[in-house]
């Protein structure tokens, strides 16, 4: 199976900071690479799809890039709404779909 | 609107079995896959297996083969994820989630609101 690894496991950041985390995958995966978004008690939501595609209604301020085994996913002026955790998830030929193991933002 | 809205949350005993169950509405059923994924207190996110709607094919996680059986009624656009010989590390929130499949890559959109399944004595 495909490993997912993420970094940081979380991190601290202020409103209006720009944040990047980082997503490696143990083999070439091409751009078959998500990213989600999940708040405490609420299901996960895409935010990024093929690398570097914005999910529709997804602020701006998301974005995402990488190819082949390194990815990131990029906040350019973090707002309250965006103190989440983050997963990246490989969709890369068959199953299993791969999550990365998360990463923290937390309010600084 | 797409939404996937899933059973309730359930208690159960060490060895006994949850079934839990995912209705679709707002796009043909038939049309996308859906997978299944768990999430135990304070940890991150699992991939336990995926169903297609249009033909009832399944791949399921490994670590659960043989456990786990997912199935869809199409009738009714409700997929189901049933889980046996449960263990009090099979103790999370389950969600179901629509798998949307395009040449560029798949991914999982929208999610149900997740299932807390309680395995406990």
């Known amino acids: 199976d495909i490993q997912m690894t993420q970094s940081p496991s979380s991190l601290s950041a202020s409103v209006g900071d720009r944040v990047t985390i980082t997503c490696r995958a143990s083999q070439s995966i091409s751009s078959y690479l998500n990213w989600y978004q999940q708040k405490p008690g609420k299901a996960p939501k895409v935010l990024i799809y093929?690398?570097?595609s914005l999910q529709s209604g997804v602020p701006s301020r998301f974005s995402g890039s990488g190819s082949g085994t390194d990815f990131t996913l990029t906040i350019s002026s973090l707002q309250p709404e965006d103190f989440a955790t983050y997963y990246c998830q490989q969709s890369y030929s068959t199953p299993p779909y791969t999550f990365g193991q998360g990463t923290k933002l937390e309010i600084k | 609107q797409v939404q996937l809205v899933q059973s309730g949350a359930e208690v159960k005993k060490p060895g006994a079995s949850v079934k839990v169950s995912c209705k679709a509405s707002g796009y043909t059923f038939t049309s996308y896959g859906i997978s299944w994924v768990r999430q135990a207190p304070g940890q991150g996110l699992e991939w336990m297996g995926w169903?297609?709607?249009?033909?009832?094919?399944?791949n399921y996680a490994q670590k659960l083969q043989g456990r786990v059986t997912m199935t869809t009624d199409t009738s009714t656009s409700t997929a189901y994820m049933e889980l046996r010989s449960l263990r009090s590390d099979d103790t999370a929130v389950y969600y179901c989630?629509?798998?949307?499949?395009?040449?560029?890559?798949?991914?999982?959109?929208?999610w149900g609101q997740g299932t807390l399944v309680t395995v406990s004595s």
């Open positions: 093929a690398a570097s």
């Open positions: 169903i297609s709607a249009y033909n009832g094919n399944t």
């Open positions: 989630a629509r798998d949307v499949v395009v040449p560029a890559g798949a991914w999982f959109d929208p």
